[in-house]
């Protein structure tokens, strides 16, 4: 909980801060926000898992629906409103707990029900513009706009829907040391299930029997009972499809002799996310053609992580793994003329059409990648960036560069003459059926570089030496 | 498919006799139903694994998002809408089909995309009072009411909101010979895993690993992606909490020695569910308090089972697991004075509070259970009954009476005089701590008795045999 109340100092201080700058009274307020509601599925009873909102998660770390929470601008006191819940419900959901029992759960300075936020509000004003911050912004991954709080006689109330929302998201952009513990840990438990992923991985099997594994992994032995999304478990073809897994390709395949498996698949933890790709030849023995695309994409990563440190240009390090995969593919025939020619009409996007990396956090594509007066830029490849920034100590990002062979970009790239006359077409055909390549690491940013903390086998003798069973280092430290 | 074609044509013959019984014209007009759509969690970008609607699952058999269905009274064609997807999402979500590759995917008459409704709406227009038959009513679990149909152009169209709910959800009652297949293999699926969680099952362990090791066995080695609902693995007190489990209350206990487990635990195929629960003592062996406890139980579910074919009152049912435990109880010396007396004043609720089972199908609690003019009698116990109707071949009903210690029911009646006369204090108190005890089969009801889907073990030598780790005959079968 102490990480939740760092949290809480990190916002208080830059609104604070943010209301001084702005000539306005720093101390004259609250911030309110509304926590997530459990939901039934359509018309039955039937409540999918209740996770809470993850803006709400960051300030008060508390796993039950229904709550609020506030924290008082003049003093910093914490508050967390709890549902009222009907006492025959204890037969139902167990002990229903009284304000007290959660404000010493979460530890925070003062606990009431919901139905009292009105007057715990009311006491808290002090005159002049009193205001009550509320959560209210767009975000630039989804485009839709987080909600507000709402209670009974919020009306009487003076509220500001514009202040909170970019501060709060720029807070979450920098990791805490308590954070970053939480992410490592996540991480290591699912580098981990990567692992056992590799060791029982065969030919023959459907490719959801991977996903079962990986889950099954990380909750027995890791308690993580969320994953950050849903598990991309792809072979052959179907690893150039981005986000294959989802209900309408469900991770169904029979993963057949010859083919490469694209595993993306993350645990939660605390709410943290992880987010990692491994890409490996079923049958335990990379092709040639496997070596090449896999080898670019190993580079393009290495070359990434090698370069990342704070000051650099997320989108410089976009077009650095695009560089080095293009100059593999040169290299390997698939392309020819000049790579530099070649990122100048992004001819990267169509073999990597997705970002090399997103923020990580409490959200996989974690909050402040687009701050008020930046944008998205509207070229091939890079307008898939979920962020541009400038990198700073304390970020977590995924690096994740992509060699794919997709069949609507590449018949595209064919037909456009700028695009073409830089392809090899009967070396490009032995590629076709190989689907794609992903490498995907979860990195923080120190002071003068970067730590890595995914542990999975990335080395090509590494993964043939684990799909064959052998032993990996951090499967002896246990998580 | 064959299974979602058989419940068309039995909603169209229904539709068409509710329609001539009422004198109105049988053939005019259309069921037009909206299957689900993909949510994001809260403003982030996440999206929730997508399952579909029941409704709409029961009639057309679709998994992915988006669609809309309609079925012609006059010709009994079957139409399917799919979206219209941006081409673009192909990089990400794999090739975007056409609405021939749904027509033939899902065996229907007809495939457009949803913006067409309107169009192919008008076409089968012919004149007169040509009806939209919309999907509108409440679902008595839970209170919420199905979303009927919308589309652009709609309010063109005569609609009819009254008459498609009840019919279709009474379709949805008595379950046919393929529907039976599904939810046979499901129940095999789950009671395999149950077994196999019973083999692992250790003090010292935490609930939830009972819990990942029963979602990896039938997603593993059954297909099962989805759980009919969240698992509830409570072990010693907790297992009187019906709905443990759930985000607040997360099967996060250490198994202790002596602790009774309670594991409410059910996978879905193809959108039917199972629902099973057993229960077990922890280190392997029941103490004699335990033996008493689940015996009651288990001679309840029998009697009910024994008892269960066409013609009988679900409402007898309860009453008859409950004079059961009752029975039992006074046997056992935790209760005294006349089993009919107890009954009378509805002692049973507060050893049973929830009701003794409920239809199962495509959703866990499955609709019909309180058709028009039917409600819910409103005593201690009975109220929570889900359907109190009388039993007909192809129903699928869970039995799952329990006999637990709740501390706030077992206060209320101690302070009850009424209630307290029943109760010896001195030996209740040493079943207190003991939580409590849930059997639960899926049981369909055949012409002249009923079978059970569910293969679990239930005699207390076969629980002893398997959790040491034993054979049991389903097993050697595989599902
Ligand atoms: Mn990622
Ligand atoms: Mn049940």
New binding site residues.
């Given amino acids: 909980m102490a990480l939740h109340a760092q949290n809480r100092q990190k916002l208080l201080d830059r609104m604070r801060a943010q209301l001084e700058a702005a000539g306005r009274d720093s101390t004259n307020g609250v911030i309110l926000l509304q926590g997530g509601e459990e939901q039934t599925r359509y018309c039955s009873d039937h409540v999918p898992l209740f996770r809470q909102e993850s803006y709400f998660m960051y300030l008060f770390g508390v796993k039950e629906p229904g709550f609020f929470g506030a924290l008082e601008l003049y003093t910093g006191k914490s508050f967390l409103f709890c549902p009222r819940l009907n006492p025959e419900y204890a037969v139902w959901l167990g002990k229903i707990q009284p304000p007290s029992y959660f404000k010493e759960l979460y530890e925070v300075d003062s606990g009431h029900y919901v139905d009292e936020i009105h007057e715990v509000l009311k006491d808290s004003q002090r005159g002049g513009d009193w205001t009550l911050y509320l959560l209210h912004g767009q975000n630039t991954d989804s485009g839709n706009f987080s909600k507000p709080a709402s209670f009974e006689g919020m009306e009487m109330f003076n509220t500001d829907l514009e202040l909170l929302h970019p501060v709060l998201s720029e807070c979450r952009v920098h990791k805490s040391k308590l954070e970053l513990d939480v992410l490592r840990y996540v991480n290591n438990v699912s580098s981990e299930a990567h692992v056992q992923v590799m060791r029982i991985a065969k030919v023959g099997m459907k490719e959801y029997q991977l996903e079962s594994t990986f889950l099954h992994h990380v909750y027995m032995y890791g308690g993580c009972r969320y994953c950050s999304?849903t598990c991309i478990c792809a072979a052959g073809e179907n690893s150039s499809t981005l986000h294959y897994g989802h209900a309408a390709a469900p991770n169904d395949k029979v993963m057949l002799d010859g083919d490469m498996a694209l595993l993306?698949m993350?645990a939660e933890y605390h709410c943290y996310s992880s987010?990692i790709?491994c890409s490996f030849p079923v049958n335990g023995k990379f092709t040639e053609e496997q070596r090449i695309v896999y080898e670019a994409v190993l580079d393009a990563q290495k070359a990434v992580i090698g370069a990342m440190r704070p000051g650099v240009s997320w989108v410089d390090m976009h077009k650095l793994a695009e560089q080095q995969i293009l100059q593999a593919l040169k290299h390997a025939g698939i392309l020819r003329g000049d790579v530099e020619a070649m990122m100048e009409i992004r001819l990267g996007a169509v073999f990597m059409p997705h970002g090399v990396?997103?923020f990580?956090g409490l959200d996989?594509?974690d909050t402040g990648g687009y701050p008020k007066g930046t944008s998205r830029i509207l070229e091939p490849g890079l307008k898939s960036l979920r962020t541009i920034r400038i990198l700073e100590e304390g970020m977590v990002i995924?690096v994740?560069p992509g060699c794919y062979f997709i069949e609507p970009l590449l018949e595209e790239a064919l037909q456009d003459p700028a695009k073409s006359e830089f392809l090899v077409k009967q070396v490009l055909a032995k590629f076709r059926r190989l689907g794609g390549v992903r490498l995907?690491d979860n990195v923080v940013l120190t002071a003068d570089g970067c730590e890595n903390l995914t542990k999975c086998p990335r080395e090509i003798q590494e993964v043939e030496a684990v799909l064959a069973g052998g032993a990996w280092p951090l499967s002896k430290k246990g998580a």
Same sequence: chains 1, 2.
Avoid: F, N, P, R
Wanted: aromatic share 8%; hydrophobic share 10%; glycine share 16%.
């Fill in positions: 999304y993306d993350g987010d790709t990396g997103h990580l996989t594509h995924t994740e995907e």
